[in-house]
Nanobody, 124 residues
Framework: VQLQASGGGLVQAGGSLRLSCAAS????????MGWFRRAPGKERAFVAA????????YYSDSVKGRFTISRDNAKNTVFLQMNSLKPEDTAIYYC??????????????????WGQGTQVTVSS
């Protein structure tokens, strides 16, 4: 499985960005997918995840109500719409995927597969 993330950039506080992650290869159509982020000087943290078959979603408390995760199963692509961005959202965002887990389980089990990371910088 290969994950290709895109969509990062520089935005002012209060602005929006949309990240995309396309999965390809074996099992790309049966994955629970999600996003993690690593802020400067901090450990990698869970952001959001979405199931494959029922579109159940799960968010960290820090982004709930501001970020929305969705997916296009026909394209094996997951999106992260980030609104009302804050400087503390600045991080490298990584797409992650794993088979046979729920979105909640992806948080602590992490991904079997990872994208290359995309930088999101929010200026104050």
């Amino acid at each position: 499985v290969q994950l290709q993330a895109s969509g990062g950039g520089l935005v002012q506080a209060g602005g929006s960005l949309r990240l995309s992650c396309a999965a390809s290869g074996r099992w790309s159509d049966i994955l629970t997918m999600g996003w993690f982020r690593r802020a400067p000087g901090k450990e990698r943290a869970f952001v959001a995840a979405i199931g494959r078959s029922d579109d159940k979603t799960y968010y960290s408390d820090s982004v709930k109500g501001r970020f929305t995760i969705s997916r296009d199963n026909a394209k094996n692509t997951v999106f992260l719409q980030m609104n009302s961005l804050k400087p503390e959202d600045t991080a490298i965002y990584y797409c992650a995927a794993r088979r046979f887990v729920s979105p909640q389980q992806l948080e602590y089990m992490k991904g079997d597969y990872w994208g290359q990371g995309t930088q999101v910088t929010v200026s104050s």
